[in-house]
């Protein structure tokens, strides 16, 4: 290669520089994992209604919404810490939009129920939905309207800004896969199938 064609060479690729980068941290951008939580009774039944979803990556039970710092599973329960058990669902906002979310998680809950879902009673067990900005408040609050609108009630279900996220201890993750025959009783017992056929009929699970 001609020397005095070196100096040009090295501008031209000092100059795409920028633009790779950028290029690469738009690419990152997308593919990075979003979050939502939403508490909807007993979490266990929560994650057992997300992971199905296409684009859910994982699932956690945990607790949001309360004012006392890491709680463990009986302090909730107990009432008191303003906490509600909640699932946080990560997904592929490529695969999977928070409206989408949204459709799943309505379907999977008695939206008429005041502090409690199914055979679950408490403030623990109420029935809410944690957007992390305005556009997921937005969302969360005209599907909460259309809702009152199409039933001609009110929906109990809470719209809280998020705050913080505790994660449940391990017993309590996956315990849907990892327990099943209790599970199962547990779930027929409470009657959730039945309660949401009766409240979304053919809708019911969201899927």
């Not at 296409?54 to 009432?79: D, I």
């Not at 913080?164 to 391990?170: C, K, R, V, W």
Request: charged residues 25%; contains cysteine; glycine residues 6%.
């Amino acid at each position: 290669m001609p020397s005095s064609a070196l100096p040009a060479l090295r501008w031209s690729t000092l100059l795409a520089l920028p633009l790779t980068a950028s290029l690469m941290s738009h690419a990152l951008a997308e593919e990075a994992p979003a979050s939502a939580i939403f508490a909807g009774g007993c979490f266990w039944c929560v994650e057992e209604a997300f992971d199905p979803v296409e684009g859910v990556l994982s699932t956690t039970s945990g607790f949001s919404g309360g004012h006392v710092e890491n709680p463990s599973y009986n302090q909730v329960v107990a009432g008191g810490t303003g906490h509600a058990e909640v699932v946080k669902v990560e997904y592929d906002p490529a695969v999977v939009d928070y409206a989408s979310l949204l459709h799943v998680f309505w379907r999977n809950i008695d939206p008429f129920a005041v502090n409690r879902q199914f055979c679950d009673v408490g403030e623990a067990y109420r029935s809410a939905i944690f957007p992390m900005n305005e556009e997921e408040r937005r969302l969360a609050e005209a599907g909460r309207e259309a809702l009152a609108e199409r039933f001609d009630r009110e929906i109990a279900t809470e719209i809280t800004d998020f705050e913080a996220f505790y994660p449940a201890e391990a017993h309590h993750q996956n315990y849907y896969q990892r327990n099943p025959v209790r599970y199962n009783f547990y779930k027929a017992a409470c009657r959730r199938d039945e309660r949401l056929e009766e409240v979304w009929g053919d809708e019911a699970g969201g899927l």
